[in-house]
């Protein structure tokens, strides 16, 4: 082995010095930790060895953020596949996982919004969801914005009439619904179409979000005279209509290419160690669509790792891949992720980098986009920041506070009757939420008695006293320390009044905090706030920054709270009912809500459903018959 380096600040741990002699010379995947066990970055390499030894040899030549990550490691794990290709899907799926500050990475990679249509339904509906499934339904996106899905499905339900009513279609119910009056469903619930019909107009639906949007105007121009020659003109009306709605589309997908192919340009811009990725989704020559994603981790990246890390991340999640991308620079990883991508869109796809011609102008052309697109999103966050920093002052000039408070935290209780009774803790660093340092509290100290006051006292208790266990760097054996009880709030927000803010001193001054942490209760009638020490409440001017900004901590904690507190009402009562069918224990019945979400999840599921969950036949046709 090659003379090792030494970090700045003595000698690498024995255990990563063991490690690093055992590395195999297989493909696999790595993972470097610091030394609080948290993930710093995730790799893959042909060879274990020789990639990840080559980051720890003296006299490498490491870009200074790969140099900084190095000096940060204190153990790394690895896991052994039989090809690149495993390794890649898996290194994939581990960065989506952990979301390493060393990789390049889709910012606020939650799940992005798709159009999903339940093909596999006698009558499809189609609907906005956040998570693919292997269920036969068919899945159009990812898309950046769910306002704008909204926008464009409900711009196509006047070409498509699909059906958004929960009803069991039998074609023979009395009356339809209002939409079918405002030529928004066909009415197959009264048998207007049959399932056939309905089923091909689904079709076309799916053709134009392929992009076909040609074929569907011919099919359509077909059914319109075929309807006028039977003289069924109020259906050739119909249709009439639906064609000038589908052309007033039409005129705004450009054509952008002489060669009727399809394919996804995709370029980076870059400024001020921020960067955004544009892509465009070209079918049959037509730009169809664009989205723009931001990346985040990017420090001194090159643009091929950055090209790499995005390809990665947005195909792993992508509802379609198209024989065709195009890039501004090739990566190094070309051929394997061809070989991914071959094996997720079930034919061959190319990675291609043109240098002059039509394809080479529309990579310019997303190029110029992303510029645009960055340049416009930084223009928004500063003004963002602006009003979040003068909010912050006014705040701190409101409430007496010696600065204006970086960390706010939002607590509140939600129950119903006393049971399933929950807390919500949020943070805002700088006016901004941050989600990764929210946490949910179960209440267990108060059970069939609503009790706000007992039920904040133990979250704000748990809390602090989370807070002294990490200054006493007390923790079990392997586990992690948690950032988001490590640090103490600049502000502490209780929803409620002056009981609720009783309660909060009370738990501060048990814990010796009286004096460093500032707190405030929020009530919701005339948004009136509660301080210690002053007898009368503060109303801040109904148009004041910081009024806004405190309605967003308090309101956010409630959201937080309340849908926690549904999930684990849902559970219960998915529990009782499940509890009286033979044969559900406790292990199918978490099996079916992790399969189907809730209560409503596994009545709308089939026989053949159930028993794909795990379930044996009989039980399935057993739990089908329960739930009718």
């Known amino acids: 082995m090659a003379q090792t380096a030494i970090r700045p600040g003595g000698a690498r741990p024995a255990a990563l010095e063991e490690k690093l002699r055992a590395l195999p010379a297989r493909p696999g995947v790595y993972l470097f930790k610091n030394a609080h066990g948290e993930v710093l970055y995730v790799g893959k390499s042909a060879s274990l060895r020789q990639r990840v030894r080559s980051y720890f040899q ?18 790394l794990d690895f896991i052994v596949t039989d090809s690149e290709l ?35 339904d006698p009558y499809p509906k189609v609907t906005i969801t956040r998570r693919i499934e292997n269920d036969g339904a068919r899945y159009f996106g990812p898309y950046t914005s769910v306002h704008a899905v909204h926008q464009m499905l409900d711009e196509l339900r006047r070409i498509f009439p699909y059906l958004t009513c929960d009803r069991t279609i039998t074609g023979r119910d009395r009356r339809a619904c209002l939409y079918y009056d405002l030529g928004r469903c066909l009415g197959p619930c009264i048998g207007a179409v049959g399932q056939a019909e309905y089923r091909a107009m689904i079709e076309g639906l799916v053709r134009f979000l392929e992009g076909h949007t040609e074929e569907v105007v011919r099919d359509l121009e077909a059914k319109m005279w075929a309807a006028a020659e039977a003289l069924q003109f109020e259906r050739a009306a119909q249709i009439r209509d639906r064609l000038q709605a589908i052309r007033q589309v039409m005129e705004r997908q450009r054509v952008v290419s002489t060669v009727r192919a399809d394919r996804d340009v995709i370029a980076i811009a870059r400024a001020g160690g921020e960067a955004c990725v544009e892509v465009f989704f070209i079918r049959q020559g037509k730009l169809i669509g664009r989205e723009h994603f931001i990346l985040e981790g990017l420090e001194d990246a090159d643009l091929r790792e950055a090209l790499a890390g995005f390809l990665k991340q947005f195909y792993q999640a992508a509802a379609d891949v198209p024989p065709e991308i195009l890039l501004p620079e090739q990566v190094e990883e070309a051929a394997v992720i061809e070989q991914w991508l071959r094996q997720r869109r079930g034919d061959a796809v190319t990675l291609i980098v043109p240098r002059e011609g039509e394809a080479a102008e529309l990579v310019r052309l997303a190029a110029e986009n992303a510029a645009e697109t960055l340049h416009a999103l930084r223009a928004r966050w500063q003004a963002d920041r602006h009003r979040q920093e003068a909010a912050l002052r006014e705040l701190a000039e409101a409430l007496g506070l010696p600065a204006p408070p970086a960390r706010i935290e939002g607590f509140d209780i939600s129950n119903t009757m006393g049971t399933a009774v929950v807390g919500s803790m949020v943070v805002f660093i700088h006016g901004v939420p941050l989600k990764a340092h929210y946490r949910r509290f179960v209440v267990r100290s ?52 002056k009981g ?21 209760a929020l009530a919701k009638e005339r948004e009136a706030l509660f301080l210690p020490g002053r007898a009368e409440e503060l109303v801040l001017p109904h148009h004041a920054p910081a009024r806004f900004l405190l309605q967003r901590v308090r309101d956010e904690a409630h959201r937080f709270a309340l849908s926690h507190h549904r999930a684990r009402r849902e559970r219960r009562s998915l529990a009782s009912v499940l509890e009286e069918i033979p044969g559900v224990g406790p292990a199918r019945r978490r099996r079916l809500l992790e399969r189907f979400g809730s209560l409503e999840g596994i009545r709308q599921a089939s026989v053949e459903d159930l028993v794909a969950a795990g379930l044996p036949r009989a039980i399935a046709e057993r739990v089908k018959a329960a739930l009718g």
């Open 58 to 75: 003296g006299g490498a030549d490491l870009p200074p953020r790969t140099r900084r990550m190095v000096q940060e490691v204190a153990d």
């Open 86 to 120: 495993e390794a890649l899907i898996l290194e994939a799926n581990l960065i989506k996982r952990h979301r390493p500050k060393y990789n390049v990475r889709l910012k606020d990679d939650k799940r992005y919004p798709y159009i999903k249509i339940t093909v596999q």
């Open 446 to 497: 108060v059970q069939g008695r609503p009790d706000d006051y007992a039920s904040l006292r133990e979250v704000l208790t748990r809390r602090f006293r989370r807070w002294q266990e990490a200054q006493e760097g007390r923790r079990l054996p392997g586990q992690k320390p948690d950032e988001s009880f490590a640090t103490l709030p600049d502000l502490l927000l209780v929803d409620g009044g």
């Open 500 to 520: 609720q803010l009783g309660v909060a001193l009370e738990v501060l001054e048990a814990e010796g905090l009286q004096d460093r942490v500032p707190v405030a």
